[in-house]
């Protein structure tokens, strides 16, 4: 198996390391970006945010997406107390006004909070690419111990400067437990 | 000078405290310890025993509610003038519980207290699980629960009649079912890492399928922790204006009417404080058990149970302040219906029901002032059973003490529970019991991968 990879690195979706502790993990990312590689990932069984860091990942989409959640929940909200209220069925109420605003803040507000808890979690699980039923680096050997105590690089053989041997060599450099190919 | 030396004194005055997780563990250990109970395939008999009496009640409760819906709400003790009985005591009552959950997962997250690591995930279970009993009872109080939809929600329907944004009773219904759903989000992403875990350490094929599903292909990529730790701190900022507008919203419900007793303005923090109240005496009745049954004493440890008690000792203090306020203000207003109703409750004929919730959420949680009583689980779970009888009776008051006497003698009444509202409130506690068996059963109780940032070995050395 490894050595049909060698043979043809199509067929690798990038090299794995494994490190014993997020010390050895988080210096590896450091150097491995600094080098120059961007296609880059590590796997972690905790968030780890020195290991997003060193790869260059700081900011994410997911508040933009709450907001809109937000706004667009309360503006359904709103809306629908005044269509059902003022429109659709108006009737007198102890004779307030049909389109009664302060009442209607209640109901606004908790569709605003519905509306931007179901965007952020929705809206995680689709930048994330979630649900995935298969993703290639569940391949690599020991793989099953980055959900439990060990720590993992993978550089991407879709990274330009991905040479296989090379890449391999370097990763082996940074005192890793393991360094294995990936295979698609 | 004096400054440097504060900042060198107070780290070490913070280390006295013991440590939140027990000594000896690392990521493995802390992983098998928490999963090992959901992965083990042999079930412990006192499982079983629980899960037998609990589902016997739950049976109990199935019945009680089929003769309910054929028979009608006649068969509770609910008349006029007391229209809200056991069914609006007891929806109170569990969503008051359900508050614990969610103040510990989301509003302690956000002042970082990280104790709050080791109890979160159960006590959100706790929450869904009591919101979901809660919801049953004004549900079935409608008598026609398959009419309630379109009264509860506004569902375009052949008569074109939509609900009365008005009232808070709609307000509740939004708030509740808000609540429930953004709690069950908050749990649910937190348990999909942990899920990715028992994915991994599943021995056979089929659990291991049956996790994968549940994960959806979490591989704790730093790109998905990024996003993921985005998600989960919004949520807990979004939780934490919720949990406190749930119960206000509840409070309501009573406020804006014009019985006397209902028509104040402090309800909401009156009630929110209740709820928070017992939700963590809940919390101490599930705890203790919990971390004895499963040897969980490493990571539920004493630390934890005494800052849920003191917790419980500030939120009943306020409790304590509300009841002091509520009889000083029917003084104080001069109104003489205000008056009367607090006289009926203190030598009317429910004066029993009240000077017991004074001694059960008032006198006996003084104890928790002794560091004694903190520190011994026995003793505390006595104390939450007490704050959690005293909570029930406390809404017991509210509702029948006012209802049965209100402005016009000639309208007086008495309120009496029947056997079919002790079936069918015993069998929700039963219900609720079931459910967190079966959670205890087959997810991880406490956050694993949480529990692993509190480690030492989890931090980054420079």
């Known amino acids: ?184 | 000078m004096s400054v440097t030396d504060d900042i060198d004194v107070q780290p070490s005055s913070r280390a006295i405290k013991p440590p939140l997780i027990g000594p000896g563990h690392d990521l493995g250990s802390v992983t098998d310890r928490i999963g090992g109970p959901v992965l083990n395939r042999n079930t412990p008999m006192f499982w079983l025993a629980v899960v037998a009496l609990a589902a016997a009640l739950a049976g109990m409760l199935s019945a009680a509610v089929v003769y309910l819906l054929l028979k009608g709400t006649g068969i509770w003790g609910i008349n006029i003038p007391v229209g809200w009985g056991f069914a609006i005591v007891n929806f109170v009552w569990w969503i008051g519980i359900g508050h614990a959950g969610t103040l510990i997962s989301a509003i302690l997250l956000l002042f970082k207290q990280t104790w709050r690591t080791s109890i979160n995930r159960f006590a959100e279970a706790m929450t869904i699980f009591a919101v979901m009993q809660a919801g049953l009872f004004p549900l079935i109080h409608t008598g026609r629960p398959w009419l309630a939809a379109y009264w509860l929600f506004p569902i375009p329907n052949t008569m074109n009649i939509w609900p009365q944004f008005r009232s808070p009773l709609i307000w509740d219904v939004f708030a509740v079912s808000t609540y429930f759903t953004v709690s069950f989000l908050f749990w649910g992403i937190g348990l999909i890492p942990d899920f990715a875990t028992l994915r991994d350490q599943a021995k056979t094929l089929i659990v291991r399928r049956i996790y994968g599903m549940l994960a959806m292909g979490w591989r704790g990529s730093a790109r998905h922790w990024n996003r993921y730790e985005t998600a989960y701190l919004l949520l807990a900022g979004l939780a934490t204006p919720l949990v406190l507008s749930v119960h206000s919203v509840v409070s309501l419900d009573f406020a804006v009417s014009v019985i006397p007793g209902w028509h104040t303005t402090f309800f909401p923090p009156y009630f929110v404080a209740g709820a928070i109240y017992s939700g963590f005496a809940m919390v101490l009745i599930l705890a203790i058990p919990f971390r004895y049954l499963y040897k969980m004493q490493d990571f539920i440890t004493l630390r934890h149970l005494q800052n849920s008690a003191k917790v419980m000792l500030a939120t009943g203090l306020i409790v304590a302040y509300s009841y002091g306020m509520e009889v000083f203000i029917a003084w104080y207003s001069n109104n003489k219906y205000e008056w009367a109703m607090m006289m009926n409750r203190f030598s009317g004929p429910y004066r029993f029901y009240y000077w017991m919730l004074v001694l059960c959420n008032i006198i006996i949680p003084q104890a928790l002032w002794l560091n004694k009583v903190r520190s011994t689980p026995w003793k505390l779970f006595l104390v939450a059973i007490v704050v959690n009888t005293g909570m029930w009776l406390e809404r017991f008051v509210i509702v029948v003490t006012s209802l049965q006497r209100d402005y016009l003698p000639s309208s007086w009444g008495m309120y009496w529970y029947t056997k079919w509202d002790l079936m069918i409130f015993i069998g929700t506690m039963g219900l609720f019991t079931l459910l967190f068996f079966l959670f205890i059963r087959v997810m991880p109780s406490i956050s694993i991968f949480e529990i692993r940032t509190l480690l030492p070995q989890a931090k980054v050395k420079e």
């Open chain 1, 1 to 184: 198996m490894s050595a049909s990879i060698h043979e043809n690195p199509s067929t690798v979706y990038g090299v794995m390391a494994e490190f014993e502790n997020p010390t050895d993990l988080v210096h590896a990312a450091k150097s491995a970006y600094s080098a120059g590689y961007r296609s880059l990932d590590t796997y972690t069984p905790y968030p780890l945010e020195e290991a997003a860091e060193a790869i260059g990942v700081h900011h994410n989409k997911v508040p933009l997406i709450v907001l809109i959640g937000a706004l667009c929940g309360m503006a359904g909200g709103y809306g629908l107390q005044y269509w059902v209220s003022a429109i659709a069925y108006p009737i007198n109420v102890g004779g307030k006004p049909f389109h009664s605003w302060p009442a209607f803040i209640p109901v606004t507000f908790e569709c605003a909070i519905l509306g931007a808890a179901v965007s952020a979690v929705l809206g995680m699980l689709a930048l994330n690419g979630l649900p995935q039923p298969y993703h290639p680096v569940f391949n690599s050997p020991n793989f099953v111990r980055a959900s439990r105590d060990r720590f993992f690089l993978c550089i991407e053989a879709a990274d330009p400067m991905f040479r296989l041997d090379e890449t391999r060599r370097f990763l082996e450099g940074l005192h890793p437990h393991e360094v294995t190919e990936v295979p698609h």
